[in-house]
């Protein structure tokens, strides 16, 4: 049986890991957003459902990406005694807005065409030259309120607030050394063999020095 023994092995380190929850808020009228029935029509929904004070409104399909752009910016923290890193973060992307009513006393839905937004945000990382910025929305959504202005001409004022969940990781490529020894392939498993999913384990954490304590 092999013994344990430094050993050099490349692994990518976490330098820093932030979450952040953001909500933007957008206001539309009857020229900015168009709505579908899932025919090609545009179709105004003041006129479309029978009591438009009733119609609830949600944000769906929310696809964006979020990427660093531009240069990092050194920013000295003297309560920390700490120099760490600005960087710009940009959100780009669409999403749809749903309505649902009734219309001649069923439930419909009217679904708007896609609406496009970008938007950038500024965070302090411990980022020093050499490591990488990560970026995910892991989790989107929103809701909103229809307003008809002027039922005679099909004016409506649309008010949306969408909420936004990102995840924003600053690692590196490093070599390090560990204790550890070789590793051997296993006997070979000889099908067939039913097969049964495990739970998917989580790695081992170290919560001496990391995730930080809460103040």
């Excluded at 430094?6 to 692994?11: D, E, F």
């Excluded at 005694?81 to 219309?103: D, P, T």
């Excluded at 896609?114 to 490591?131: D, K």
């Excluded at 296993?186 to 990391?210: G, M, S, T, W, Y």
Aim: with cysteine; net charge negative; hydrophobic share 35%.
């Amino acid at each position: 049986m092999e013994k344990f023994a430094p050993l050099c092995i490349r692994a990518d380190k976490l330098f820093d890991w932030v979450t952040r929850r953001i909500e933007k808020t957008f206001d539309f009228d009857q020229d900015d957003i168009n709505f579908f029935d899932g025919r090609k029509s545009e179709i105004n929904p003041c006129e479309f459902f029978d009591d438009p004070d009733d119609v609830e409104v949600d944000i769906k399909n929310v696809d964006i990406e979020c990427d660093q752009v531009g240069s990092r910016q050194d920013v000295y923290l003297p309560e920390l005694e700490l120099e760490l890193q600005e960087v710009r973060i940009k959100k780009q992307g669409s999403f749809q807005v749903v309505l649902a009513g009734e219309h001649k006393g069923k439930e419909r839905t009217l679904t708007s065409s896609p609406v496009n937004v970008c938007f950038f945000e500024r965070f302090i990382l411990c980022a020093p030259e050499s490591t990488e910025i990560s970026c995910e929305v892991y989790d989107a959504g929103g809701s909103g309120a229809l307003l008809c202005v002027d039922n005679d001409n099909g004016d409506f004022e649309l008010s949306l607030s969408l909420l936004i969940c990102q995840s924003v990781q600053v690692s590196a490529d490093v070599i390090m050394e560990v204790e550890g020894k070789i590793c051997r392939p296993r006997n070979d498993i000889v099908l067939p063999v039913d097969h049964v999913c495990d739970e998917i384990p989580f790695p081992k954490q170290c919560p001496q020095i990391f995730p930080a304590e809460s103040k």
